[in-house]
C-alpha cells in the first residue's frame, strides 16, 4: 500500500490523531499468502474448515429436486487438493481415521438396540436381501475387475462410491497401509480416485431406480402403506389402551398377576373402576364382576384380549375423576440401570404402574423382565404420590439426562480400536485379516448400546450430540479423501479412464439394485414402501433416504433403513476388506 501524503496544514496540525498506516504496506501482507501455502496448525485448520464450509453449502444446491448433500464435501476437497491448497499428509491421516471412527461408533450407539431385534421375523428377510445387494454388488465389482483388467483396489474404491459408502472406503484403505507396511516395495494405486469418479450417479442411481420402479408397477402410495402395515412387526406391537368391563368367570376373584397365565398373553391393567372408586391396581389386587379395567397391550392382541377380558366400556377411566395421575419419567439413576422391573417391584412399594416404556424411538409394552436402560421414558400411572417417588427412584433429572458421557464414549471408542486391530491369521492371506477402524467401533458400540447397561457403561447420548458427532466425523473424512484425491483426479479424467470408471460405477450400482428390487418385489412380495428404504440402507444413502421419505410422505421407508443399515454398513466393511486381502 501507498504512503499517504496529507496537507501541510494537516499534517502539522492533526498529525498526532492519525494512526500509523505504515503497518499496511505491501509486504506485510505475506502471512496472509503464507497461511495458505505454509503447512502449520493454523493452515491445516484453516483448509479443513473451508473445505467443509463450502462442501456444505454447495451441497444444499438442489438440481431436479436431487441434492449430493454432504458429498460435496469430498467434491470440494478434491478441487482444493488439485490447486495445492492441501494439508500434511500425516494430518490428513489422522482426521480420516478419526473421522471414521466416530461416524461409526455414533450410528452403532444410535440404531444398536433395534438391531438385534431387527435380525428376527420380518426384519430378517430385509437382512437378508440387503445382504444379497452386498454380494451381489461385490461380485460385479470383481467380474469388471476380471474382464477390465483394472486393478482391484481401483475397482474397490469404484465399488465403495457407487454403493456411496464411506466406511468400506476407509476399511479397504487401512487394508492396503497393513499390506505396504508388510512389504513397503509394494504401491497400490489410490482408492479415493475411483470413489470420487463413481459416487455422484451412485446417489443418482438409487433415486432412478425407485423412480422405475414405481413407474413400471404403477404403486400407489395409499395401497402400499396399508400391505406395509397389515405385515409390519414393530406397529403389531406398539402400545394400544382399551377400557373393557369383565365378564370372564374365569377371571372373577382372581388377583391381576394372574390374568397373563390365564389368558396366556401379556397385559398391564393401568386402572380399575370397582365400586364406583378408580384406582392403580397392585399384582395381589383382586378382580370382580363388572370391573371396568384399563388395559394396555400390543397392537395385535388388543382386540383378542378385550374378547378374552370381556367387552368394551363406553367409560374411559383416563377421563373419570380420581386422584390418578399418569407421568412420563426419564431413567437417569446409575443405581437402576440394568435392573429388572420385577425387582424395582413399583406396584407393590409405590402403587405405580409402568404402562409403557419408550426406547430407540420404539414404544412397547414392559414385562416383568424388561431391564432398564439410561435414557427409557417411563409413562408411570398412580396416586401423585406414588408417581413422585418412582420418578426419584429413577433419576429423572434432565440435567443429568443432557449431560455428556464422555468417558463410556471413550472407554468404547478405546475398545472398538482395540478390537479392531486384533490380528486374525487365516493361511493364504498375505496379513491378518482385522476388522478395522471402521467395524472395531462399530461391533464394540451396537453391543455397548445393547448390552451396556449390564456392565455399568452409559451408552446413552442425546440425538442432538449424537449427530453432530456423526456429522462431524463424515465431514472430516470425507474432507481428508478429497484432499488426498484432488491432485490426480483431473488428470485421471483428462486421460480417459476416468470417465470409463464411471461407467463401470453405474454398473456396479445399477445390476445389484435392480435385481434385488425385482426379486423382492415379486418373489417376496415386499411394499414398495420396504424396497425404497431398503434401497436407501443397504447402500448407506442419506440423500436416498431423503428422497424415499418424501416420496412415501411418511417414515416408513426409514424403519426399513434403520433396520438394514447397522448389518449393511458392518458387510461393506468387511467385505471391501476382504477383496483387498484374498483377492489383491
Known amino acids: 500500500m501507498k504512503n499517504v501524503i496529507f496537507p501541510q496544514n494537516l499534517a502539522g496540525k492533526y498529525v498526532f490523531l492519525l494512526p500509523d498506516l505504515s ?92 438391531f438385534f431385534s431387527s435380525l428376527k421375523k420380518e426384519g430378517l428377510s430385509l437382512n437378508l436381501l440387503a445382504m444379497a445387494l452386498v454380494f451381489l454388488g461385490a461380485l460385479t465389482t470383481y467380474l469388471i475387475h476380471i474382464f477390465s483388467g483394472i486393478p482391484l483396489p481401483v475397482a474397490v474404491g469404484i465399488m465403495s462410491g457407487a454403493v456411496t459408502n464411506t466406511p468400506g472406503l476407509g476399511a479397504a484403505q487401512q487394508a492396503i497401509k497393513d499390506i505396504v507396511s508388510n512389504n513397503p516395495s509394494l504401491t497400490f494405486p489410490p482408492l479415493g480416485l475411483g470413489y470420487a469418479v463413481a459416487y455422484p450417479f451412485g446417489v443418482l442411481g438409487i433415486i432412478l431406480t425407485m423412480l422405475a420402479t414405481k413407474k413400471i408397477f404403477r404403486i400407489n402410495i395409499n395401497d402400499e402403506n396399508k400391505l406395509f402395515l397389515s405385515k409390519d412387526d414393530a406397529s403389531k406391537k406398539t402400545p394400544e389402551k382399551a377400557n373393557v368391563i369383565l365378564r370372564n368367570s374365569k377371571l372373577f376373584n382372581q388377583p391381576i398377576g ?63 375423576p380420581s386422584n390418578l395421575v399418569s407421568r412420563r419419567i426419564r431413567v437417569t439413576k446409575s443405581a437402576v440401570l440394568g435392573k429388572k422391573l420385577s425387582y424395582i417391584d413399583m406396584t407393590n ?39 413422585e417417588l418412582v420418578a426419584k427412584e429413577l433419576g429423572n433429572s434432565m440435567k443429568r439426562l443432557y449431560e455428556p458421557n464422555l468417558i463410556p464414549i471413550l472407554v468404547g471408542i478405546v475398545l472398538g480400536v482395540i478390537l479392531g486391530s486384533m490380528p486374525l491369521f487365516i493361511p493364504g492371506m498375505p496379513v491378518p485379516l482385522k476388522l478395522g477402524l471402521a467395524g472395531g467401533p462399530l461391533v464394540v458400540a451396537l453391543l455397548i448400546s445393547r448390552f451396556g447397561s449390564r456392565f455399568m457403561l452409559t451408552s446413552y447420548v442425546t440425538q442432538s450430540a449424537n449427530l453432530m458427532l456423526r456429522e462431524l466425523g463424515i465431514l472430516f473424512f470425507l474432507a481428508s479423501v478429497g484432499l488426498t484425491a484432488g491432485k490426480s483426479f483431473v488428470s485421471t479424467l483428462m486421460s480417459g479412464d476416468g470417465f470409463i470408471w464411471m461407467g463401470y ?48 410422505g411418511n417414515d416408513v421407508p426409514a424403519l426399513t433403513y434403520a433396520t438394514v443399515y447397522p448389518l449393511t454398513t458392518f458387510l461393506r466393511i468387511m467385505v471391501a476388506q476382504l477383496m483387498i486381502l484374498v483377492l489383491t
Request: net charge negative; hydrophobic share 50%; glycine share 8%.
Open 23 to 114: 503497518i499496511f504496506k505491501e509486504d506485510t501482507l505475506d502471512w496472509l499468502f503464507n497461511l495458505f501455502v505454509n503447512n502449520s496448525v493454523a493452515h491445516s485448520l484453516l483448509i479443513y474448515c473451508l473445505v467443509v464450509a463450502i462442501g456444505i453449502a454447495l451441497g444444499k444446491i438442489k438440481i431436479y429436486g436431487i441434492s449430493l448433500g454432504i458429498a460435496f464435501v469430498l467434491f470440494t476437497g478434491i478441487v482444493f487438493g488439485h490447486f495445492g491448497l492441501s494439508v500434511n499428509p500425516e494430518v490428513i491421516e489422522f482426521c480420516r481415521e478419526t473421522g471414521l471412527i466416530i461416524f461409526v461408533y455414533t450410528i452403532g450407539l444410535q440404531l444398536g438396540p433395534g
Open 258 to 320: 394372574a390374568i397373563d397365565g390365564i389368558l396366556h398373553t401379556h397385559l398391564i391393567v393401568s386402572r380399575i373402576l370397582h365400586d364406583g372408586n378408580v384406582k392403580t391396581p397392585s399384582a395381589n389386587t383382586i378382580l370382580h364382576e363388572n370391573d371396568v379395567l384399563r388395559i394396555v397391550a400390543s397392537k395385535e392382541s388388543i382386540e383378542q384380549l378385550i374378547k378374552s377380558v370381556g367387552e368394551l366400556s363406553e367409560i374411559d377411566l383416563a377421563k373419570v
Open 349 to 387: 412399594r409405590f402403587s405405580a404402574r409402568i404402562t409403557r416404556i419408550y426406547r430407540s424411538n420404539i414404544e412397547f409394552v414392559p414385562n416383568a423382565s424388561t431391564s432398564l436402560n439410561f435414557g427409557d421414558t417411563l409413562t408411570v400411572v398412580g396416586e401423585e404420590d406414588g408417581v
Open 505 to 552: 460405477g453405474a454398473i456396479i450400482t445399477l445390476v445389484p439394485l435392480i435385481s434385488v428390487t425385482l426379486f423382492a418385489r415379486l418373489v417376496m412380495k415386499k411394499s414398495y414402501l420396504e424396497i425404497i428404504g431398503l434401497l436407501a440402507g443397504a447402500t448407506t444413502d442419506p440423500p436416498a433416504l431423503a428422497f424415499a421419505n418424501a416420496t412415501a
